[in-house]
C-alpha cells in the first residue's frame, strides 16, 4: 500500500506525531523528531493512542467518557469528527485492526473527506458525492459513445444548482475529462495487471520468488514433455 501510495505522489513520512494544532488554514502537525508538517485536512489512523490529538479545540472531538466522539449521524458519517476538517479512521474510530483499507471503515473515512474537499472547490452536492475512481475496459459499461453519455448524465447531476453559465461549462469539462479517463483499452488493462504483477515482486522475499520461479519452470517442462509423447 506504501507503494501504490508513493506511485500517485504521496510522500512517506515514517515519524510519530507527538502534538496537532489547528491553524488558519488547517492543522500543523509536530513529530518526536521535531519536524512539522502542515495540511488542510487530517486523517487520524494510528492505534497508538489519542494523547496528540488533544490540543485540538480543546479535546472537543472527546465525549464525557473520553472515547472518541465521531458524530455518526446520518449528516456526520464518513468518519467525520466535531473539528473541522479532522477525520477519524480504524481503531481512533470505529473499527479494529484493518489489512485491507478499501474494504473497510477507513474506506468510508476517505471517501468523506474527498466529498468534503468537492464541496469545497464548489461542486454541488450530488456531484461531491458521486465520486468514483474505478476504471472500466471500453465499450463494457455502455454501447456507443461513452463521452456523450458523460455530457448528458452531467446536468442531471448538476441539478437545479445555482451555477453561471461560465461555471457550468468549467465543471462539466472537468467531469467529462475525468470521467473519460477512466476507460481504458484491453491493452491498456493487460500492461496495468503486468505493472501491478512487477511492483508486487518487489515485496516478496527473493528467495521465495526465485524458488517458485524454479517449480513453475519445472511445471512447464513437464508439460512440453507429455504433450511430446
Known amino acids: 500500500m506504501h507503494a501504490q501510495a508513493e506511485r500517485v505522489g504521496c510522500e512517506i513520512t515514517r515519524e510519530?506525531?507527538?502534538e496537532a494544532t489547528q491553524t488558519e488554514d488547517g492543522f500543523r502537525i509536530e513529530t518526536e523528531t521535531g519536524d512539522e508538517y502542515a495540511t488542510e485536512s487530517l486523517?487520524?489512523?494510528?492505534?497508538y493512542g489519542r494523547q496528540w490529538l488533544e490540543t485540538l479545540d480543546e479535546g472537543e472531538f472527546l465525549g464525557d467518557d473520553g472515547e472518541v466522539d465521531i458524530n455518526w449521524e446520518e449528516h456526520k458519517r464518513y468518519g467525520r469528527t466535531s473539528v473541522d476538517g479532522l477525520y477519524f479512521a480504524g481503531r481512533l474510530g470505529t473499527a479494529e485492526d484493518q489489512a485491507v483499507v478499501a474494504a473497510g471503515q477507513a474506506g468510508e473515512t476517505a471517501l468523506g473527506l474527498i466529498?468534503?474537499?468537492?464541496?469545497?472547490e464548489g461542486l454541488p452536492e450530488d456531484l461531491a458525492t458521486h465520486y468514483t475512481d474505478w476504471v472500466f475496459i471500453e465499450g463494457s459499461v455502455i454501447d456507443g459513445d461513452w463521452e456523450a453519455h458523460v455530457r448528458k448524465e452531467f446536468p442531471e447531476r448538476v441539478g437545479d444548482a445555482d451555477l453561471s453559465e461560465a461555471r457550468f461549462d468549467e465543471l462539466q469539462s472537468q467531469y467529462v475529462e475525468r470521467k473519460v479517463e477512466q476507460?481504458?483499452?484491453?491493452?491498456?488493462?493487460?500492461?496495468?495487471?503486468?505493472?501491478?504483477?512487477?511492483h508486487l515482486v518487489e515485496h516478496i522475499d527473493d528467495d521465495a520468488v526465485l524458488e517458485r520461479a524454479e517449480e513453475i519452470k519445472a511445471e512447464r517442462s513437464s508439460g512440453l514433455d507429455d504433450e511430446q509423447q
Open 16 to 18: 510519530k506525531a507527538v
Open 43 to 47: 486523517v487520524a489512523a494510528a492505534k
Open 115 to 120: 466529498h468534503d474537499v468537492r464541496r469545497d
Open 183 to 198: 476507460a481504458i483499452s484491453p491493452s491498456e488493462q493487460r500492461k496495468r495487471r503486468r505493472d501491478g504483477h512487477r
